[in-house]
């Protein structure tokens, strides 16, 4: 994890900065983040990836799921297996973190692409999804989350769902004048415009990171629609 500190945040006079040189760590890596789940963070991913199975499992279309900041793809595989009958893709703005997701799971569609881009590339904002995931991206997107969940509610069907599942530091040393903590979550997505809080879910497993997810709906907000498609 601490490696990821110098290619993902610096320290700049006692503050963490955002640097994101994602093709940097994923070259200089063959696990960032530990995303296979194989060393120390395994019983964290475990139980934060069950949850996200469960809840994901309530969302009414399941016809296309996105898994958006996929990395090497281990969750989109999970999700394809746990809904066989899907069509599961996974984007991320990391050319290189995609090709490893190609190479290790050649059976399922990658994309490359910012969640955060305006416009978003064609090929992407041409395409409708039951369900959108953006899957431990929080950290990496709080100074674009505005577009980005603007971006997902275009990409979403009338009956979509996105949910958020992310690790939450004990002692978080980054974004907190955006999102501090879960409560600090659950706060932002209550007023994100297009979108419903359907459930706001906490766990504290005794691990290094706090677990949370929020799953939303989206609404047929007018005002929305004329300003953002
Ligand atoms: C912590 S990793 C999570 C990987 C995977 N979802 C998992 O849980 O194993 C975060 C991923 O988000 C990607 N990412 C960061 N910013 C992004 C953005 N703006 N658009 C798409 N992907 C992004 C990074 O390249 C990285 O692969």
């Not at 599961?88 to 050319?95: A, K, R």
């Not at 969640?115 to 409708?128: C, D, K, V």
């Not at 991206?137 to 069907?157: C, G, M, S």
């Not at 359907?198 to 047929?220: I, K, W």
Request: proline residues 4%; charged residues 20%.
């Amino acid at each position: 994890m601490s490696k990821s500190k110098s290619y993902i945040f610096k320290e700049r006079d006692g503050e963490l900065a955002f640097v994101g040189d994602f093709d940097g760590y994923y070259r200089d890596s063959d696990d960032p983040w530990e995303q296979s789940a194989n060393a120390q963070m395994g019983r964290y991913y475990q139980l934060s990836r069950a949850r996200l199975l469960t809840l994901a499992a309530t969302s009414p279309n399941l016809g296309r799921i996105l898994e958006v900041g996929c990395g090497h793809g281990h969750v989109t595989r999970l999700i394809a297996e746990r809904f066989a009958g899907s069509e599961v893709c996974g984007l991320d703005i990391s050319s290189v973190a995609i090709a490893g997701a190609r190479q290790r799971y050649p059976q399922l569609p990658f994309f490359c692409a910012n969640i955060g881009a305006s416009p978003l590339p064609p090929a992407l904002s041409s395409q409708r999804f039951g369900l959108v995931i953006l899957n431990q991206l929080l950290w990496y997107i709080l100074d674009d989350l505005p577009q980005v969940l603007a971006n997902v509610r275009t990409l979403l069907a009338s009956d979509g769902r996105l949910l958020i599942s992310n690790a939450f530091a004990r002692e978080q040393r980054y974004g907190t004048a955006i999102i501090d903590h879960f409560d600090g979550a659950v706060r932002y997505v209550r007023q994100a415009p297009g979108y419903r809080l359907l459930q706001a879910r906490f766990d504290d497993d005794g691990e290094e990171h706090d677990d949370g997810h929020l799953l939303l709906a989206v609404t047929s907000d007018t005002h929305f629609r004329s300003t953002n498609q």
